[in-house]
C-alpha cells in the first residue's frame, strides 16, 4: 500500500503561483510512476503531469506545460507540483498519484491517491 498526502491548496489570484506538495512513503520514488491529476466541479479528473526516475520521463498535460513544474525532494520523499501563471480555469482539486502502469495518463491506472487538495484561482 503507498500512503500519499498533499498539502499547499488555497486561494490565489490569476497570474500567482502556488507549490503543491506530496508526501510519499520511503519507496515509492524508486518504484512508481509519481503523477498529478486535477477535478473541477462537475468535470472528470484529468492529468496534469506525471515524472518518473524509474523510467526517465517527466511530462505535462497540454494546458499547463510550460506554467507547471513538477520536482522532488528525494531525502523528504515528496514531490511538488509548481504552479505559476495560474490562471481560473485550474481552478480545481488537485490529486497526487502512484502506479507502476508507465504508458497511460487515465485515472483508472493509477491505484494509490492522495486525497486531494483545493486550488481556487479569482479573477
Known amino acids: 500500500q503507498v500512503q500519499l498526502v498533499e498539502s499547499g491548496g488555497g486561494l490565489v489570484q490569476a497570474g500567482g503561483s502556488l507549490r503543491l506538495s506530496c508526501a510519499a512513503d520511503?519507496?515509492?520514488?524508486?518504484?512508481?510512476?509519481m503523477g498529478w491529476f486535477r477535478q473541477a466541479p462537475g468535470k472528470e479528473r484529468n492529468f496534469v503531469g506525471r515524472?518518473?526516475?524509474?523510467?526517465?520521463?517527466?511530462d505535462y498535460a497540454d494546458s499547463v506545460k510550460g506554467r507547471f513544474t513538477i520536482s522532488t525532494n528525494n531525502a523528504k520523499n515528496t514531490v511538488y507540483l509548481q504552479m505559476n501563471s495560474l490562471k481560473p480555469e485550474d481552478t480545481a482539486v488537485y490529486y497526487c498519484?502512484?502506479?507502476?502502469?508507465?504508458?497511460?495518463?487515465?485515472?483508472?491506472?493509477?491505484?494509490?491517491w492522495g486525497q486531494g487538495t483545493q486550488v481556487t484561482v479569482s479573477s
Open positions: 498519484a502512484a502506479t507502476n502502469v508507465l504508458n497511460s495518463v487515465t485515472p483508472s491506472a493509477w491505484p494509490y
Open positions: 515524472m518518473s526516475w524509474r523510467d526517465a520521463i517527466m
Open positions: 520511503g519507496r515509492t520514488f524508486s518504484t512508481y510512476v
